[in-house]
């Protein structure tokens, strides 16, 4: 294990071409050797082989499903989930004197990868107003502290209780649980800043807000679309399912701006061909769209089925299908026609040949499922967009059969759970009614706050506290300045958590840490051992146990810090047992089989192995949706046009990075190692813009009515991305994007397709300097 | 291509023999070459087979499927190609006849081998009458699907079938 770094890393940016396959046995070395640095072999050791295991721990690194019970891996992980593991269960170790020597203004200071490397928070500290530091405090205290700002708040809306998804159902359904008891709807989560777009679209149409597929789905499936979205990075898994799908004869076709490493070719480190061969390629077609156009991909997609049928009727679309278990096909086809070539094509950037090739693939393939991730839903038209991809598959009747639909995937671990549990800020009345009939109390019933609004709120005053359960907030969220100010003007922030972050060191006047149990460690209460679930992007609702010592004795389970900041701001309640449900998170369950849909005996049937798989309703042939079918929409499109002079740049994660957390300043399929400090450009856009490889430039976003934003100081990088189209990275261009800049319909910050240009670093100072003289 | 067919009667009313067959899971309880299946969902199982020391893996669409009366299985995936039927038909008093058609599609020459030489008429005859024999002597079906599969897809019955009552909220 190496020490935590005192002082930032110094490197320099070295630059080499992009890699043209993932994984492999560089992939094995890298999470040895990262997990290595963070804690001793046994523990590494012991994390690893319980990891994704029936009875083991369920990764935090990201929502992919696992393989059916005795059909997994001794190895069932990837080299990010293995650097995330170990990133919680390193052995570094913060204490009360790291606190003494850093102030809370110099952590803000500090970089995101500095923070995190640190190691484990070990006890509750608070930073008092007026005070620059954090100092010791008792439980007690710390949930005293808080359950007076509460009381003495003007009305329960203000305040506001976030939710990340790395939080089990036990911990989200008690969050919501006392956010409700205690008066208001404000269940803003992380959610809302990645596959809100998603959901919103799936339920308007289908009438479900969960993708469709199952893991066997994608194995069998004839054609798999990619779109938007980074397998090779983000869910490294997935690519293992891709595999098999295409020995059973699958084509696969990847739809980005940018070739990603996973996207091309997989080396599966558990196959001798992968170890020793060229491994397996992965798309069959790779279509470099411009980003954002993914809406006029399908369009025209949509345009070129319709009018196959027309020339060969009967033969391409399902019609029995759309007769009988869709509306609106025909407000739908005309609006399809009407779709111009030529706007196509500027939209996308791609050839209407290429679109040709794509639809022979459709036309050839019985069961197709489309995968998309970001770089779909974070757009202004993230919504459309996933309705005209729903268009696509009911042309064909993909949806309902085996081996196709709808995959949308999620990132963290249990977003999917945590919104089953509750939080969301606008539950139907049937959920808080049950909670009424199974709590005896009222829960507010006004739509409470999201992400954005909660944001604004805090900016405008009206929010004086916020809690956050796990997570980082402030380098989540957009308009970084915005949200940074905003956090700073609440009368207290308080966080859940395992590791340090920058949303401790951007706080209100009074702030707390509370430090949390992780994953990977054990989880003893007076009631005995206990374990949580979770539920992956695939509807399985399944257990999670740890099985490391805890960090620090002095750490309390996020079911009991909630359980016991409920009791201490509501008193004890006769119909909610709070302690009850800190002891024993069976009797919680219990609770929750009689309040949450298809959760009904919950604690028998999640034991078995591989637990509760929750139906879809569409897979039961029921469209839940307003006219009782699923539902063709005609989507309207602005093409995301830049300006003479600008690019649309989109943020994205490195290879080494987890959420908002960077493990190392490296990016090792991209090719970018030292720097995160980069803008990728298509070679032919930095030479049209007069720039150079390795120029410093800062990127100014532009936003109505003239705003302009500034990150400052990035290098330029010459990548092969589509052309007119930037890359930089979260969170550090997070400040780019505008509060106000939401998804139409789901109100998720729009952190693709950012109209930027690229300015020299120094030249906005040297013009202002000339205007003084 | 090959094609086999094998007919068995048993001593059960018709909808007790069919509801029995839908509960796959159970198929490894009385069937010796049936290792494991898993209802994925109602229209996809993953099947383990398999006779000593030797296991293949498939997985099989159910694509129709009418209580009482018919179930069409087709299975994905290049190995293990085939496909095949099976039909229920009620006989004299509380007896009913079990028919399974099964085709070969898969080139391989174990495939080939094991229907030349009547391997797999021989293996489904067998099942069959452990099929007979379990249900016979349980007198009761374990558990029932009684919902239809038209064209690989489940046809609802009603609005909101049971299963369906799941959190239909958005999912961010």
Request: glycine share 8%; aromatic share 6%.
């Amino acid at each position: 294990m190496h020490k935590p770094p005192e002082d930032e890393p110094e490197e320099r940016l070295s630059v080499t071409p992009p890699e043209e396959w993932a994984a492999g046995v560089p992939a094995v070395a890298h999470a040895i050797e990262y997990s290595l640095r963070q804690t001793s072999p046994r523990r590494a050791g012991r994390t690893l082989l319980t990891m994704n295991q029936v009875d083991g721990v369920d990764c935090p690194g990201c929502a992919w499903a696992d393989p059916s019970p005795g059909h997994r891996h001794r190895n069932e992980y990837c080299e990010n989930g293995a650097k995330h593991i170990n990133d919680e269960a390193t052995s570094r170790r913060i204490t009360a004197d790291f606190f003494r020597r850093h102030p809370v203004s110099e952590l803000a200071r500090r970089s995101d990868l500095w923070l995190n490397q640190q190691g484990r928070l070990t006890e509750p500290m608070v930073k008092r107003p007026d005070s620059d530091h954090y100092e010791p405090v008792s439980w007690h205290e710390a949930l005293g502290l808080i359950a007076a700002e509460l009381t003495s708040l003007d009305s329960p809306d203000e305040a506001v209780f976030y939710t990340s998804g790395r939080v089990s159902n036990e911990a989200a359904f008690v969050l919501q649980l006392f956010a409700r008891a205690f008066g208001t709807n404000n269940l803003p989560d992380c959610s809302n800043m990645c596959h809100e777009s998603s959901g919103f679209a799936l339920h308007e149409t289908l009438g479900t807000g969960k993708g469709t597929v199952t893991l066997h789905d994608l194995h069998h499936a004839d054609l798999i679309f990619l779109v938007g979205q980074n397998p090779g990075t983000n869910h490294p898994r997935q690519l293992s399912a891709l595999e098999e799908a295409k020995r059973n004869g699958a084509r696969i076709v990847a739809v980005n701006p940018l070739p990603e490493a996973g996207l091309l070719r997989f080396k599966n480190p558990q196959q001798p061909s992968g170890v020793l061969g060229r491994g397996i390629r992965i798309a069959d077609r790779f279509l470099q769209i411009r980003t954002g156009g993914d809406l006029a991909l399908f369009q025209g997609l949509n345009r070129l089925l319709v009018e196959a049928e027309d020339a060969a009727p009967g033969t391409v679309l399902d019609q029995d299908f759309i007769d009988s278990h869709t509306s609106g096909f025909e407000d739908f086809s005309r609006h399809v026609r009407e779709i111009g070539w030529d706007d196509i094509r500027s939209a996308t950037g791609l050839a209407r040949e290429e679109i040709e090739a794509v639809r022979d693939e459709v036309l050839r393939s019985r069961r197709v499922i489309v995968c998309w991730a970001m770089g779909v839903t974070q757009h202004k038209h993230g919504v459309p967009t996933i309705r005209e991809i729903v268009n696509f598959l009911l042309l064909r009747g993909n949806l309902g059969r085996a081996g196709s639909g709808a995959c949308p995937v999620r990132g963290h671990s249990n977003v999917q759970g945590d919104r089953t549990m509750g939080i969301w800020e606008q539950m139907p009345d049937a959920f808080l009614d049950a909670l009424r009939q199974e709590f005896g109390f009222e829960p507010p019933r006004a739509h409470g706050l999201d992400s954005v609004d909660s944001i604004k709120a805090m900016r405008d005053g009206r929010i004086k506290l916020f809690l956050g359960v796990a997570g980082n907030f402030v380098r989540a969220a957009p308009d970084t300045a915005v949200t940074e100010e905003a956090m700073r003007r609440c009368r207290l922030t308080a966080h859940i958590s395992t590791k340090l972050n920058r949303s401790h060191a951007v706080c209100g006047r009074t702030a707390l840490i509370l430090p949390t149990l992780g994953r990977t460690e054990r989880d003893v209460q007076s009631g005995g051992e206990q374990f949580v679930t979770v539920e992956n992007s695939m509807s399985e609702v399944h257990t999670s146990r740890g099985r490391l010592r805890p960090a620090s004795t002095l750490l309390l389970s996020e079911v009991a810090i909630l359980c016991r900041l409920a009791r201490t701001t509501l008193g004890d309640d006769p119909g909610i047992p709070w302690q009850q449900f800190e002891a024993d998170y069976g009797t919680l369950r219990e609770r929750i089989s009689r309040v949450v849909p298809g959760l009904h005996e919950f604690n028998r049937r999640v034991i078995r192995p591989g637990g509760i798989r929750l139906p879809n309703p569409v897979n039961e042939g029921v469209f839940r949706t307003s006219a009782g079918k699923a539902l063709f929409s005609r989507n309207a499109w602005q093409m995301p046009l830049a300006p003479e002079g600008h690019l649309l740049l989109q943020t994205l994660r490195s290879h080494d990075q987890w959420n908002t957390i960077p493990y190392t300043a490296d990016d090792r399929y991209r090719g970018i190692r030292g720097s995160r400090q980069v803008v990728l450009v298509n070679p032919e856009d930095v030479a049209g813009l007069g720039l150079t490889a390795g120029q410093r430039v800062d990127l100014v976003s532009v936003w109505a009515n003239a705003e302009e934003r500034r990150a400052a100081d990035f290098e330029v990088v010459p990548y092969p991305s589509a052309r007119g189209c930037a890359a930089a990275y979260y969170p550090e261009t997070n400040v780019l994007v505008p509060l106000d800049s939401v998804a139409e319909g789901s109100n998720q910050p729009t952190s693709k397709a950012l109209v930027v240009r690229l300015e020299p670093t120094g030249a906005a100072a040297d013009r202002s300097e000339e205007a003084r003289a | 291509m090959s094609a086999i067919e094998e007919t068995v009667e048993v001593r059960v009313p018709v909808h007790t023999a069919y509801n029995q067959w839908t509960q796959f899971a159970d198929f490894p309880r009385f069937m010796s070459s049936v290792r494991e299946v898993e209802q994925v969902k109602p229209n996809l199982t993953r099947w383990v087979v398999g006779a000593g020391p030797l296991r293949g893996r498939f997985q099989a669409e159910i694509v129709e499927q009418r209580p009482d009366a018919y179930l069409a299985w087709r299975s994905t995936g290049r190995r293990h190609a085939h496909s095949g039927e099976v039909c229920f038909r009620p006989a004299e008093t509380d007896r009913s006849t079990v028919t399974v058609r099964m085709r070969m599609h898969s080139p391989g020459a174990a495939h080939r081998l094991a229907a030349a030489s009547g391997l797999l008429r021989g293996t489904v005859r067998r099942e069959l009458g452990r099929f007979k024999e379990f249900i016979e002597a349980v007198g009761e079906e374990s558990g029932a699907w009684r919902g239809s599969i038209g064209d690989g897809r489940v046809q609802p019955e009603e609005p909101e079938p049971p299963r369906s009552r799941v959190p239909h909220w958005p999912v961010g």
